[in-house]
């Protein structure tokens, strides 16, 4: 387990860096030629993030939710390698997901 936390933690600070990084060139580089609206890149970014703050948990709160009010315990049956299971949750995972993008 803590190896795969190292990776994450790795992937994620590696992540912040380059869009760190695309922000600020973004903004130097729109100084330099010009253009009108050298915040446009960073706006997009923190509506995203924003998005995702919000999405995020609700998304991991919605499947809990709908594996505690069907009968069984899906996630039980998903760590026990049940395929089916595991098909029906990553359609519920889709289905909540496009919900929360698209609304």
Known sequence: MKK??????????FSIFALGFALVLSLYGAV????E????????????????AIAAPAL????????????GDWMKAIGN?????????SA???????MLCWS
């Open 37 to 52: 609206d050298p915040y446009s890149l960073l706006r997009y970014a923190l509506l995203r993030f924003t998005a995702i």
């Open 4 to 13: 795969e936390f190292f990776r994450w933690a790795v992937l994620t600070a």
């Open 60 to 71: 991991t709160g919605l499947m809990l939710f709908v594996d505690f009010i069907t009968p």
């Open 81 to 89: 390698d049940s395929k089916a299971s595991a098909y029906v949750m």
């Open 32 to 35: 330099i030629i010009g253009e």
């Open 92 to 98: 519920v995972i889709l289905v909540i997901g496009a």
